[in-house]
């Protein structure tokens, strides 16, 4: 089995900074793309950022600028630094991620259980 595990969530102050990760762990044959959603309460599952497997990048408006998304092969792991944050980036940030298993020549969509980011002073 494949899974997505998050990291890194928790409650800052308005301004302040947080760093999400997410390791892809199980029989993984290869990565595709990695990327971060987020879903705040009444509010739809929105793309924040996605990283290709050659590390090209794109964001949502509304991010750019203030968060940065990169990975790790090696480790398997997308990341998520997330700086100068506001009250409308309170949601559960979830991991997404084009997984091809060992076992299967095709890639499935695979996600994370999710993780709560709440800024607020």
């Known amino acids: 089995q494949v899974q997505l595990v998050e990291s890194g969530g928790g409650l800052v102050q308005p301004g302040g900074s947080l760093r999400l990760s997410c390791v892809a762990s199980?029989?993984?044959?290869?990565?595709?793309?990695m990327g971060w959603y987020r879903q705040a309460p009444g509010e739809e599952r929105d793309l924040v950022a996605r990283i290709t497997e050659d590390d090209k990048t794109n964001y949502s408006d509304s991010v750019k600028g203030r968060f940065t998304i990169s990975r790790d092969n090696a480790k398997n792991t997308v990341y998520l630094q997330m700086n100068s944050l506001k009250p409308e980036d309170t949601a559960v940030y979830y991991c997404?991620?084009?997984?091809?298993?060992?076992?299967?020549?095709?890639?499935?969509?695979?996600w994370g259980q999710g993780t709560q980011v709440t800024v607020s002073s």
């Open positions: 199980g029989r993984i044959g290869s990565i595709g793309y």
């Open positions: 997404n991620a084009a997984i091809r298993p060992r076992y299967s020549s095709i890639a499935s969509s695979y």
